[in-house]
């Protein structure tokens, strides 16, 4: 079996491009291009010139010793978080706006929730000059009042999404009317695996440099390049997908994915799609959502922004259908208590979607020397509000 896409973009039963015709257009001119243009040497010598000298890459593969000790096995952090603007969404920011040059694209949109993809956007935006809009939730322009800062300091117009419940969901109808109206000059930058064929798969690829680099890594510092495991926290599912790619097709690297289980995984009020999931349509895709049984989408929750999304990536639905992967949902307190373990076992504070990854150790048992590769997908000050709340600091 493959967990790649294949070339209508699909993987096994999911994924597709569900979209209205008024868009085929803008698809079909990215998926026509999307893998010769990432092919060529000029590509991959631009696309790897900026991870190095303007995101930090290649990041570090540390061996957490203290946490390691704690749970007695071999843990490898991929430390992501010392990623530029703090988190791995930039990897593909990165690849997106050199995309959008070579299709001769000189505006760029997109939508963010928390703000985190609004500010990856914003940021290669100014790096190349490029005009750029970011549609958000009005509820989200209130909530996440830093990021919309950043985004008009990096010189973006922010657009405030009023319909609906003026959220995510919302921000992205804009962007795709915005999308459909201005087909020629605009390349809208979606940001994580998700959205119709080719977006989980050209995202996923430039991700994907995240285990291009810890194969060597891990062979450097281990004598082998493939780890027992490889564990992420899985919001859409990119940086997941990135640490995943080059061990989809090697069954001896395990693949667990962390989901967000809010107040609980049937307290009504989580993000646990895997477990709560059923077959429909989001943003172009077909996959696991959460829904009602009339087919609503259901709003979802998790304390961590960046994981609250009613839907995951096709291929992490694949990766669940398949028995590829294995899921854990994890809940907010046993996030944030994890996220303050390893503060103090490893003075690294994570972003709150990253803890969920480090909660799974009531949930999986590992052996002494299993070797696990944690992707530490970002850093934790965006959410030192919430960590302060939390514990009353
Ligand atoms: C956005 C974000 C996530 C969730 O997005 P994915 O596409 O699932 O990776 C996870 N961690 C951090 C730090 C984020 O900013």
Redesign the pocket.
Known sequence: MSYHANEKGYYGEFGGAFIPEMLYPNCEELRQNYVQIMETDEFKNEFHQLLKDYVGRPTPLYFAERLSEKHQTKIYLKR??LCHT????VNNTIGQILMAKKLGKNRIIAETG?G??GVATATVCALMGIQCVVYMGEIDIARQSPNVARMKMLGAEVRAAKSGSRTLKDATNEAIRDWINNPVDTHYII???VGPHPYPDMVARFQSVISEEVKWQLKEKEGRENPDYVV??????????GLYYHYLDTPEVGIIAVEAAGKGVNSGESAATSALGKVGIIHGSKTLLMQTDDGQITEPYSI?A??D?PGV?PMHAHLFKSGRGEFISITDDEAMTSGLELSQLEGIIP?I??SHAFAIFDYKKFEKDDIVVFNL???GDKDLNTYIDYFKL
């Open positions: 992501e978080d703090g988190a791995h969404k928390a985190q993809h940001g994580s695996v992420a926290c899985v919001g859409g599912g990119s940086n997941a997908a961590s960046g994981l999304y990536g972003a979607e990253t997908s970002g850093r």
